[in-house]
């Protein structure tokens, strides 16, 4: 699966930005509301962001804090590039090329933020990252993970994708929406309920869903 999601992002990192505002229905929202809830409140917090791609996510959190110092961890070239590209006067972001199931850094971070990305893990992969990032934070550190979430029941999950295909209809050709369906196939999103509890299992003392749309969920933890 780990070649095939780096592989699939190789492919379209150069168009990735294009049309993630016909995807994501209250865009700036979705991204603003886990930056907007973090306790920090020094000027300069050191960052991870895992999966930072093409850097949305890191463009909202320094939105709140310019001076944040942030690491980009991906382990698609082609989606950092599209990153360096965009932060390139901005000295005080770096770029790790790498997996972030193994990465270990030697340094801590008082925030990780995360967007859109470890949806592709296994369920076991996703509660040992869970440790992990506990583990590379310091003892008042923060996580966000703007992330998908599936409903439990069948039904349900079936008629958010029914509501979000007729949200990109709207804006998007049909051969869009079909190559936005079959891109799905590498997605292995969790319960909103697992992925608390991945949170209090790693040792979060706060865990909480700060938003929920559709199949689109931000959560936020705290140790
Ligand atoms: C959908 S993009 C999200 C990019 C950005 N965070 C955003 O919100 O737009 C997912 C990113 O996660 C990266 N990724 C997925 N699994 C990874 C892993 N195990 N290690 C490192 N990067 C990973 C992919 O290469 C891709 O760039």
Do not use: L, Y
């Given at each position: 699966m780990t070649d095939e999601v780096q592989a699939s992002f190789d492919a379209r990192a150069t168009r990735y930005d294009e049309n993630r505002r016909n995807l994501i229905p209250n865009f700036d929202e979705y991204y603003r509301i886990g930056v907007d809830a973090l306790a920090y409140e020094g000027i300069s917090p050191r960052v991870l962001d895992l999966g930072?791609?093409?850097g949305l996510s890191t463009s909202y959190l320094l939105e709140r804090y310019p001076e944040a110092r942030v690491t980009l961890l991906d382990f698609s070239e082609e989606m950092l590039a599209i990153a360096r590209e965009r932060f390139r006067?901005?000295?005080?972001i770096g770029f790790a090329v790498g997996d972030y199931r193994v990465f270990r850094p030697a340094e801590t971070f008082d925030i990780v933020i995360s967007g859109l990305s470890i949806h592709h893990l296994s369920t076991q992969e996703k509660r040992d990252l869970a440790v992990s990032i506990f583990g590379v934070l310091t003892p008042t550190g923060e996580f966000v993970n703007a992330d998908l979430v599936r409903c439990a029941d069948e039904h349900l999950e079936q008629k958010m994708h029914r509501h979000l295909h007729a949200f990109m209809r709207a804006t998007m050709s049909a051969d869009e929406v079909e190559h936005f369906i079959v891109s799905q196939r590498i997605d292995r999103p969790e319960p909103l309920e697992d992925q608390l509890d991945f949170l209090h299992s790693a040792g979060f003392t706060v865990a909480e869903c700060l938003y929920r749309y559709w199949i689109y969920g931000v959560f936020y933890g705290r140790k």
């Open positions: 930072g791609g093409t006067d901005n000295p005080n």
